[in-house]
């Protein structure tokens, strides 16, 4: 049974950071590709980014240049450095892994490319 567990979001001023965590079982995450998603209220799911098991990555134009994915074979761990966040920013944020593996590049920010997904975290930045 694949399970994702992700931590690190809270509170921050605008320009802030915060790192997010996201701790896969039963999956190995360096063979296949990984994803970020936010989901505000009353919104749709959307692809932050995603991580390749070649180490590629995709990020949505929203965050390119402002967060970076990148992943800890040894630990199973999936992170998201977020860097000058900003208000838009604000909403709940889940990992995603699959047993996928071929490129994919821009598909790997679509959610129905996932078949497992963590609870979560809520990230809330103020102005």
């Known amino acids: 049974q694949v399970q994702l567990v992700e931590s690190g979001g809270g509170s921050v001023q605008a320009g802030g950071s915060l790192t997010l965590s996201c701790t896969v079982s039963g999956n190995n995450i360096s063979r296949y590709y990984v994803g970020w998603f936010h989901q505000a209220p009353g919104k749709e799911r959307e692809g932050v980014a995603a991580?390749?098991?070649?180490?590629?990555?995709s990020y949505a134009d929203s965050v390119k240049g402002r967060f970076t994915n990148s992943r800890d074979n040894a630990k199973n761990t999936l992170y998201l450095q977020a860097n000058s966040l900003k208000p838009a920013d604000t909403a709940s944020y889940y990992c995603?892994?699959?047993?996928?593996?071929?490129?994919?590049?821009?598909?790997?920010?679509?959610?129905?490319?996932?078949?497992?997904w963590g609870q979560g975290t809520q990230v809330t930045v103020s102005s």
């Open positions: 991580l390749e098991s070649d180490g590629s990555t």
């Open positions: 995603a892994s699959t047993l996928a593996s071929p490129p994919c590049r821009s598909l790997c920010l679509l959610p129905q490319n996932y078949n497992w």
